[in-house]
T-cell receptor
């Protein structure tokens, strides 16, 4: 199957600093990547859809100025948490859509291992 | 809108027991259905999928059948192992959107 990596796997930062998380598709090109947030013992919440070469699409309630997404190439999307605060502490997971062998709007998403962010 | 409902956990089983985790969905059109597994501290791994009605997805002894008439995609395994302990997510894909169930934690005791 397709492989998606994330870096870093965990990060601790001080309140007010910005943190960048990278998501890479290692063996396929991904025109679309997704960023999720997962709270302890809960399901994944879609934050935004990252499209290569265009602006990201944010879900309702997600602050686009706080969570900056850049999808500069077909294999890399970045999520920057700007001016992070303790309430931003969470597990952030990215996924990439692999359309190889897919049919139209049906696709398989492959997930990265996640990045655990702790803001002090 | 589209949605996925799966049984609440945790589910606790003894090793070699039979596993069923129920999943039902609501969707328009013809969604694809998935089961993902999440081990502690890790991201989600695709376990199996089915793209059309009556398809059976299978992997590592797990299987699930896409039942359009009952809008279900229940996950089953004949004999669980301790290493199967994880959180299992049912999901559907439809019109470029992914929808996840709330997750079911499975604990397998030796």
């Amino acid at each position: 199957g397709a492989v998606v990596s994330q870096h870093p796997s965990w990060v601790i930062c001080k309140s007010g600093t910005s943190v960048k998380i990278e998501c890479r598709s290692l063996d396929f090109q991904a025109t679309t990547m997704f960023w999720y947030r997962q709270f302890p013992k809960q399901s994944l919440m879609l934050m935004a859809t990252s499209n290569e070469g265009s602006k990201a699409t944010y879900e309702q309630g997600v602050e686009k100025d706080k969570f900056l997404i850049n999808h500069a190439s077909l294999t890399l999307s970045t999520l920057t948490v700007t001016s992070a605060h303790p309430e931003d502490s969470s597990f952030y997971i990215c996924s990439a859509r692999d359309l190889r062998g897919g049919q139209g709007y049906q696709e398989t998403q492959y997930f990265g291992p996640g990045t655990r962010l702790l803001v002090l | 809108g589209d949605s996925v409902t799966q049984m609440e956990g945790p589910v606790t089983l003894s090793e070699e027991a039979f596993l069923t985790i129920n999943c039902t969905y609501t969707a328009t059109g013809y969604p694809s259905l998935f089961w993902y597994v999440q081990y502690p501290g890790e991201g989600l791994q695709l376990l199996l999928k089915a793209t059309k009605a009556d398809d059976k997805g299978s992997n590592k002894g797990f299987e699930a059948t896409y039942r359009k008439e009952t809008t279900s995609f229940h996950l089953e395994k004949g004999s669980v192992q301790v290493s199967d302990s994880a959180v299992y997510f049912c999901a559907l894909s439809n019109f470029n959107k992914f929808y996840f169930g709330s997750g079911t934690k499975l604990n397998v005791k030796p």
